[in-house]
């Protein structure tokens, strides 16, 4: 099972872009061996277990070219930070071929998101 709970150290930033949302790609169902991303017109996405088909975590997503920023709000395995309270935000790169979806890391503290990212998914 992965944890998008556990955060580890990371390196970089983020620089900010023009929001390019209005255009959304990811939008849809992509899925993963036993996990899917929903990503949704407003900007939105959950993620979790193909299974119960009830999100352990969701958030919203910035776009800017094919870099792509997740901010979790809430899931019993949201990206927050607990010393603080407050989100982490993770970017990645991006990468659609046809139905398949790719994401490489750019930066993220949170290595269980990181490891949910790593997967290869497909267009549901």
Known sequence: MVSLLACGNGGGGVSS???ANSQNPLVGTWVSGDYSLTFKS?????????????????????LS??????????GSDACINSAAGQAVTGSYTYHISGDTLN???F???C??????????YTKK
Request: no cysteine.
């Open 17 to 19: 872009g023009s929001n």
């Open 42 to 62: 407003d900007n939105t996405y959950s993620g979790g277990f193909n299974h119960d088909g009830a999100p352990q975590v969701w958030g919203s997503i910035t």
């Open 65 to 74: 070219g094919n870099l792509i920023m997740l901010t979790d709000s809430g």
């Open 103 to 105: 994401f490489n890391l």
């Open 107 to 109: 930066y993220d503290p």
């Open 111 to 120: 290595s269980g998101r990181a490891a949910f990212m790593g997967r290869t």
